[in-house]
């Protein structure tokens, strides 16, 4: 079964874990954590990409990095779990064995802030066994470290996680994805439609998308329908 599922509550996600075995993958951003100053990262970059005007696909794709990472270099911005339960879920994932790592639109360029945020929180992909594997990507613009895939907006989480697959002792049977981006999940469904992987999506709509994130996913998709 190829399934996709929307949920508030990061707790359902046990609800699908069927065996030790199971592959678990995490999103981070307005799925583990959230900042607790601002509304979300995700909206604040984009509400100033909008703010500057001129976008294009180039723009869409690179301007993020900078963006991002002059907001943590320039702010003091804490982060909090999306959920008083958010780590304990996590936890009790790693505590019944499962593999279980983060996948992340993020550049290679914010791992050790991630990394800095997800431990601020007590959430640790380092004890993950992929982490322990050496696992170098062949994609540009890639990154994996301690448990998390660090894809960049350029490249689709799907392929990565396949990459990383190939190279990895892991070969799961089933895949239960979390991400508050229904796209990520289509496309990681439309990848595993055609192998005997068992995908469950998870759609965590707990925190909403803001207009300007909703304004620029809308001229993404233009770009890539006329391109």
Same mark, same amino acid.
């Given at each position: 079964?190829?399934?996709?599922?929307?949920?508030?509550?990061? =707790?359902?996600?046990?609800?699908?874990?069927?065996?030790?075995?199971? $592959?678990?993958?995490?999103?981070?951003?307005? %799925?583990?954590?959230?900042? =607790?100053?601002?509304?979300?990262?995700?909206? &604040?970059?984009?509400?100033?990409?909008?703010?500057?005007?001129?976008?294009?696909?180039? @723009?869409?794709?690179?301007?993020?990095?900078?963006? $991002?990472?002059?907001?943590?270099? %320039? /702010?003091?911005?804490?982060?909090?779990? &999306? #959920?008083?339960?958010?780590?304990? &879920?996590?936890?009790?994932?790693?505590?019944?064995?499962?593999? @279980?790592?983060?996948? %992340?639109?993020?550049?290679?360029?914010?791992?050790?802030?991630?990394? #800095?945020?997800?431990?601020?929180?007590?959430?640790?992909?380092?004890?993950?066994?992929?982490?322990?594997?050496?696992?170098?990507?062949?994609?540009?613009?890639?990154?994996?470290?301690?448990?998390?895939?660090?894809?960049?907006?350029?490249?689709?989480?799907?392929?990565?996680?396949?990459?990383?697959?190939?190279?990895?002792?892991?070969?799961?049977?089933?895949?239960?994805?979390?991400?508050?981006?229904?796209?990520?999940?289509?496309?990681?469904?439309?990848?595993?439609?055609?192998?005997?992987?068992? $995908?469950?999506?998870?759609?965590? @709509?707990?925190?909403?998308?803001?207009?300007?994130?909703? /304004?620029?996913?809308?001229?993404?998709?233009?770009?890539?329908?006329?391109?």
């Amino acid at each position: 079964m190829k399934d996709i599922i929307s949920t508030k509550s990061i =707790k359902d996600v046990l609800n699908y874990i069927t065996s030790q075995k199971d $592959f678990i993958l995490f999103d981070i951003d307005k %799925t583990l954590i959230v900042p =607790k100053e601002i509304e979300s990262f995700e909206s &604040v970059i984009a509400q100033k990409l909008i703010n500057e005007g001129n976008i294009d696909l180039h @723009t869409l794709t690179s301007a993020p990095e900078k963006i $991002f990472v002059e907001l943590l270099e %320039t /702010q003091s911005i804490s982060v909090k779990p &999306v #959920e008083q339960e958010t780590p304990l &879920v996590v936890h009790e994932i790693q505590k019944q064995g499962n593999p @279980t790592i983060a996948i %992340t639109s993020r550049f290679p360029s914010l791992a050790s802030y991630t990394l #800095e945020q997800l431990h601020s929180v007590d959430i640790n992909f380092a004890q993950s066994q992929l982490a322990h594997e050496n696992i170098i990507l062949k994609t540009n613009n890639c990154y994996f470290k301690d448990g998390i895939l660090f894809c960049g907006m350029q490249n689709n989480k799907s392929n990565l996680l396949l990459e990383l697959l190939n190279q990895s002792s892991i070969k799961p049977t089933k895949i239960i994805y979390i991400d508050d981006e229904i796209l990520h999940l289509l496309s990681m469904q439309k990848m595993l439609i055609s192998s005997a992987i068992t $995908f469950q999506g998870i759609h965590y @709509t707990r925190i909403p998308t803001s207009p300007a994130e909703k /304004q620029l996913k809308e001229l993404y998709l233009s770009f890539i329908k006329n391109n």
